[in-house]
C-alpha cells in the first residue's frame, strides 16, 4: 500500500489504543513500518523479537486500529500478511496535568539505544517567548518535520526527529506541588 493512500492523521482516542502505543516494543514495531508494509517475520528481524512476540504485538496494535493489514500472498499454502501503519501520523491525546508524555518517553529511549559513536544532534534550549512567538516557532518547527517527513526516502537509514515545546511549571509552581505531596 503506497503511503499516497494513507490518510494523513490518526486520533489515539481509546484507552486500549493509548496503551496500545504506549509499549516501548509497540513504537518500535510502528517505526518500522512508517515507510513500508512489512510481515511478521520481517518485523521480528528488524526489531529483534521473536516471531511469536512479534505476532502479539502486532495483534495488539491491529485490534487497536493503529496498524492494518494491507496485502496477503500464498508461500508454501501458508498465507503471509503485510502489515502497514493505519495512517502517516498517530496523534496522542494531551498526557494531562503530571501525565507522563508518551512519545518523548519512547525518544528518549530511542535514543539511549543508538549507537553511540553515531552521529547525534541533540539540544536543549530555554527560551523567553511571547505568546505569538511561541505559537510561529511551534508552527515553524510542525512545518520543518513535514517538510522533512515528505522527503523522507524507505530506502534510506532512519532518522528520528523529536521536539517538544512547552512551557515549564514554574519555580513556585513546582514547591507547591511537592509540598502538597
Known amino acids: 500500500m503506497p503511503s499516497d493512500d494513507l490518510p494523513e492523521t490518526f486520533h489515539v482516542t481509546t484507552d486500549d489504543q493509548l496503551r496500545a502505543v504506549s509499549n516501548l516494543t509497540r513504537h518500535r514495531i510502528m517505526a518500522v513500518l512508517r515507510f513500508e508494509p512489512a510481515t511478521i517475520t520481517q518485523i521480528a528481524e528488524r526489531v529483534g523479537l521473536a516471531k511469536g512476540s512479534s505476532s502479539y504485538h502486532v495483534r495488539l496494535l491491529e485490534r487497536a486500529g493503529l496498524v492494518k493489514v494491507v496485502r496477503t500472498r500464498k508461500v508454501r499454502g501458508v498465507t503471509e500478511r503485510y502489515y502497514a501503519m493505519a495512517a502517516r501520523a498517530i496523534v496522542l491525546p494531551d498526557p494531562g496535568e503530571a501525565g507522563p508524555d508518551v ?16 552521529e547525534r544532534h541533540v539540544r536543549m534550549a530555554h527560551l523567553r517567548l511571547t505568546d505569538e512567538q ?24 532512519d532518522a528520528s526527529l523529536v521536539f517538544a515545546l512547552f512551557h515549564p511549571s514554574s519555580r513556585k509552581q513546582a514547591e507547591a506541588e511537592g509540598d502538597a505531596k
Open 103 to 118: 512519545l518523548m518517553r519512547h525518544a528518549v529511549a530511542d535514543l539511549e539505544a543508538a549507537p553511540v559513536d553515531g
Open 134 to 157: 511561541f505559537a510561529e516557532l511551534g508552527a515553524r518547527l510542525q512545518a520543518l518535520a513535514d517538510e522533512y517527513r515528505e522527503l523522507s526516502d524507505p530506502s534510506l537509514p
